[in-house]
């Protein structure tokens, strides 16, 4: 049995360190102050696809994530650790993207792919924290979803007849066969863990508590690095350009509003009810310390201190 599995990944900024220039004045996230990185709870949900891959011969991960060209190290990464290919969706259009315009472009992106068994993507990102995105995909796409996996236990096979769809077989997007795949997955909850087994095709969020990323590999490191998108080739010689036409897996594919055939107005800030009102800046610089007791009068005034100082 082989397995089709998308992932989806975000390179955000750097928040684990964040520092005093972090924050412009008008309130807005300062990116030239933080370096981009590939979305922790991403990598974990990477390592669940590889871990598949490993078990399950002639299965394929394909990386999608959205986002400027300089995005497309977030496929790079993936190439150097056992991915087989990615889609970059990147568009001025895609700007300002909020968790619902951003799950509608990533939707779209994956009904062009069309053929797919599963969605896998991390918790949340770590520049918004709204874990809303993948939940939105599935409902978008009308997928079940299972939220909060640390591991995925196993993939295996029943017969329709066998199988508790929740529907009839025509209602089953395209990609589902004869003989109904299952996911058992074990979920992490704040009190205790749950074993649940569904049908694919399904969208699952990974917890930061799953295993971590296996470490990039130095052979695909040395294959892949020169892999590049369409606008990253813009600029290229002759002689670069004829390394791509000898070795096509350097081509990542790229994508724009159109060639998913979304709607313009559905993407970006146009398609983004969310707004931000205000955005303040705390940064924590350890001081001097203090003492307290379980007295009224001492914890009156560590809840004053802390108020004041913008804490609680």
Same mark, same amino acid.
């Given at each position: ?98 968790? *619902?315009?951003?799950? @509608?472009?990533? $939707? ?5 792919? %069309? +053929?797919? #068994? ?101 052979? *695909?490191?040395?294959? @892949?690095?020169? $892999? ?5 080739? %813009? +600029?290229? #010689? ?75």
């Amino acid at each position: 049995m082989s397995l089709k599995i998308i992932v989806l990944a975000k390179q955000v900024p750097d928040t684990r360190n964040v520092g005093k220039d972090a924050m412009k004045e008008d309130g807005t996230v300062n990116r030239a102050a933080l370096p981009a990185i590939f979305n922790p709870e991403d990598m974990n949900a990477l390592e669940q696809a590889l871990r598949l891959k490993d078990l399950y011969p002639g299965t394929t991960v394909t990386l999608l994530t959205m986002g400027p060209i300089r995005a497309a190290e977030i496929i790079r990464e993936g190439l150097y650790r056992g991915s087989d290919g990615g889609y970059l969706l990147t568009d001025r259009s895609f700007a300002g993207a909020d968790t *619902l315009a951003t799950s @509608y472009a990533i $939707a779209m992106a994956i009904r062009k792919i %069309k +053929d797919y #068994d599963l969605i896998l993507c991390g918790r949340q990102a770590i520049d918004g924290d709204t874990a809303q995105v993948g939940p939105q995909v599935a409902e978008k796409l009308g997928l079940a979803q299972i939220t909060y996996a640390e591991e995925i236990i196993n993939i295996g096979s029943a017969k329709d007849s066998d199988s508790p769809s929740g529907g009839n077989a025509s209602d089953r997007p395209s990609n589902s066969s004869s003989s109904t795949k299952r996911i058992t997955v074990k979920r992490r909850l704040e009190r205790g863990i749950e074993i649940v087994e569904t049908n694919l095709p399904i969208v699952i969020t990974v917890n930061g508590s799953a295993p971590a990323c296996r470490p990039r590999n130095a052979i *695909l490191v040395m294959k @892949y690095k020169h $892999a590049r998108t369409a606008s990253e080739k %813009k +600029d290229m #010689d002759a002689r670069t350009a004829e390394l791509f036409a000898l070795r096509p897996y350097l081509n990542l594919n790229e994508w724009s509003v159109a060639d998913v055939n979304a709607d313009v107005k559905q993407c970006g800030l146009s398609g983004s009810p969310t707004k931000v009102k205000k955005i303040q800046n705390v940064v924590f610089q350890t001081k001097e310390s203090k003492m307290f007791t379980s007295g009224d009068d001492d914890i009156n005034l560590l809840m004053k201190e802390l108020i004041d100082n913008n804490q609680l």
